[in-house]
């Protein structure tokens, strides 16, 4: 079944508040069709119909499913840099065939951009922070309540998302300082997602120029100028500025903030504080993560001001040091002479050492036994000939088959193929028995856990699945972003 409403319409006094109960309808309503995505900076970025009415679950289920088939839920969180619904509506048909019928399968959609992230103390006395993210919480909550009438069981729910809804992950893990709230009984996050993570105040400046932009007044009464402003007018505004001080726009704008509560604090300090929910974790990233977002640098120049317009805050010194740990790399096709070194700098900062640092500390504090990290390493000759072999999440075809994503005749269809039921086997495996190998495809080399200290993944690729070290050089290369986190995240 999809497009169930699983909160009210987030409009007029219900914009920029916490998500609320759907209300009460008598009669059957019809659960045939997907229904619009949300709203948010990427408007007309490949997706349909987006509203501001738009908070809808689906629910793939195998038909002979009964209120006592008690099955893994594996509830689906898409990305889109906080900025829209990017991932929108996967089909879970396909994995919940290849599962035996043996899994469920849930997807949502979640408020973003200014209608998902604005923030203010303006916005913390007259409405809420994070909405997007309560969204998220909002849907899980419904799983609990709901997901036993389609044949789930409420505690055997595995929470998965990509890019951002990877970020998403972590921010589930380290809500309310890690309070176990139950919702989950294991995490996917793929291709973590840590861009800056400000407090309130520093974000002041974007809610002054959003409310400027929509010709309202910053005092006492901005909020409900805000909820009377029509959505053209509001999605006139919801675009990317650059950061104070900076000249170009940042790659990622309207984001989570720490809120106190739901966020209480940098996500790289609750980690390393042990202030999550600790539950078995899979995750993992791609070869070329930094190539689909870093600027075409051409000189030395261009890359350390692509850094800044980023990353602000950090300090000459901290230039120095990623200038020196990222010189001059070869050159990739069809892009400028410091696009490389841009690239691999963002990748590592923004994806692949968050990843990586979750699985560190899942392995710490929980368990080492119960972590598994891999590196996709499946090539692309059509990426490969724009300069990104393996790009950001480019493992989801694999993950729910490539007609599941609308990838029409991408590798996953043709030379890429036998990589498809190698990857989705060790997925369905992981939601089933919070375990990737006990149904992982025949043939396949068995998962071995992260471990303890630097780590061991698996590396996927086609004629090469194994598992591999992290790395020296990764290694070092994250201890010092995670040595930025404090000037990176603000």
């Known amino acids: 079944m999809v497009g169930m409403r699983f909160a009210a319409p987030p409009v007029g006094d219900l914009r920029f508040r916490a998500p609320r109960d759907p209300p009460r309808t008598n009669g059957t309503q019809s659960a045939a069709q997907f229904r619009a995505t949300c709203l948010g900076s990427y408007v007309g970025f490949g997706l349909e119909d987006p509203q501001e009415d738009c908070l809808f679950v689906n629910v793939f289920t195998p038909s002979n499913a009964t209120t006592n088939s008690k099955l893994p839920v594996w509830f689906y969180i898409q990305g889109g840099g906080y900025s829209g619904n990017t991932n929108a509506n996967y089909n879970g048909t396909e994995v919940v065939m290849k599962s035996g019928y043996g899994v469920i399968l849930v997807n949502m959609n979640y408020r973003v951009g200014a209608f998902g992230f604005l923030a203010s103390e303006k916005v913390r006395r007259d409405g809420d922070l994070n909405v997007g993210l309560l969204d998220q919480r909002k849907a899980m909550q419904w799983v609990q309540k709901y997901i036993h009438l389609f044949g789930g069981d409420p505690n055997h729910v595995v929470i998965h998302g990509a890019s951002a809804g990877a970020g998403s992950i972590a921010y589930h893990l380290t809500a309310y300082n890690g309070r176990n709230e139950n919702l989950f009984a294991g995490a996917i996050s793929e291709s973590t997602f ?9 974000m002041e400046f974007q809610f002054a120029r959003f409310a400027h932009n929509v010709s309202c007044p910053n005092d006492a009464n901005v909020m409900p100028c805000l909820r009377s402003k029509d959505l053209a007018t509001l999605q006139s505004a919801d675009y990317y500025q650059p950061f104070p001080g900076r000249q170009n726009a940042p790659d990622w704008y309207f984001l989570p903030v720490v809120d106190g509560t739901f ?3 940098l996500l790289y300090n609750l980690l390393a504080q042990g202030r999550f929910v600790k539950v078995p974790l899979l995750t993992g990233h791609d070869t070329d993560e930094g190539n689909g977002f870093a600027a075409n640098a051409a000189t030395n120049a261009d890359f350390l001001s692509f850094l800044l317009d980023n990353y602000p805050n950090l300090t000459p010194a901290q ?7 990222y010189p001059l790399l070869p050159p990739l096709p069809l892009h400028a002479e410091w696009f490389p070194s841009a690239a691999a700098a963002y990748g590592d900062s923004t994806f692949k050492c968050p990843s990586n640092y979750l699985a560190s500390t899942m392995s710490a504090y929980f368990s080492p036994n119960r972590v598994w990290n891999y590196h996709y390493n499946v090539l692309d000759l059509t ?3 724009f300069g990104s ?10 993950i729910f088959g490539p007609g599941s994503v609308d990838c029409g005749d991408c590798s996953y269809t043709t030379y890429n193929a036998p990589i498809v039921p190698v990857v989705m086997s060790y997925f369905i495996s992981f939601v089933r028995d919070l375990d990737p190998n006990p149904g992982r495809l025949e043939g396949s080399p068995y998962w071995g856990s992260f471990g303890r200290g630097a780590g061991r993944r698996l590396r996927v690729e086609i004629n090469g699945t194994g598992m591999e070290g992290v790395g020296e050089d990764q290694r070092r290369k994250c201890e010092m972003w995670r040595g930025f986190a404090q000037t990176m995240e603000q």
């Open 263 to 265: 966020s209480p604090d």
């Open 194 to 202: 840590f861009p800056t993570h400000r407090t309130v105040p520093e």
């Open 383 to 385: 990426d490969q000939a």
């Open 319 to 325: 230039i120095g040091r990623i200038n020196a740990t």
């Open 389 to 398: 072999a393996v790009p950001h999440t480019a493992e989801t075809p694999a």
